[in-house]
């Protein structure tokens, strides 16, 4: 399935309307290109819920990070995107990956961390009232979005919020994502944050 041509209908039906929007985040870079692009069609708010970063001080630097560049972004836009902190939970990760710490990167282990976030953010959007939601994580050459759109789906039938189909790869978005770190002047991180990873 090409997400992008998924999204690009999803957009058409929108006509005018803007509808409200719970985007998780990974990170500050990685969400620069996607809060641009979606921040034409939705009312954003975004979902800082990383319980796979570690140490403490790369979760707290890189939700500085995020924090910042929604806060730069905001000076320049009309619609402003909002802010929906999490408890940081380290512990919880850990234990629903036992046992997979060997694993390769992007196999099971990344799998259960997607769905983690996800789970969160549908949970989330379905108590406060948003009619979608979505996540950054498809931006990453290294995420894999065929997965990431599976769970997606999946989740909008059990919570009852509609999943936005992407695969924010496509029409160079990591790339622009790359563009726009350098202009906001965001710290990139060199692993995707779990102790695994790095």
């Not at 402003?80 to 992007?106: I, N």
């Not at 959007?125 to 050459?141: I, K, M, N, Q, W």
């Not at 496509?170 to 692993?191: A, C, H, P």
């Amino acid at each position: 399935m090409n997400y992008q041509i998924e999204l690009d209908n999803l957009i058409k039906e929108l006509g005018d309307r803007r509808p409200k929007l719970l985007l998780h985040s990974c990170c500050g870079p990685c969400s620069s290109y996607v809060i641009t692009y979606l921040n034409q069609y939705f009312d954003i708010t975004v979902l800082y819920f990383n319980p796979s970063i570690a140490p403490d001080e790369e979760y707290a630097h890189r939700k500085e990070v995020q924090l910042s560049l929604i806060s730069q972004y905001n000076e320049t836009v009309p619609n402003k995107v909002s802010f929906m902190d999490c408890d940081y939970d380290h512990q919880s990760f850990l234990d629903l990956v036992a046992g997979l710490e060997g694993e390769p990167e992007g196999g099971e282990r990344c799998h259960i961390c997607y769905r983690q976030r996800l789970v969160a953010t549908a949970e989330r959007a379905r108590d406060g009232g948003y009619e979608f939601f979505c996540s950054t994580l498809s931006v990453s050459p290294y995420k894999n979005a065929e997965v990431l759109n599976a769970i997606g789906m999946e989740l909008s039938s059990t919570y009852g919020v509609s999943w936005v189909p992407s695969d924010f790869k496509k029409r160079e978005g990591y790339k622009q994502s790359i563009e726009l770190s350098k202009v906001y002047n965001l710290y990139r991180q060199d692993y995707c944050g779990c102790e695994f990873s790095k």
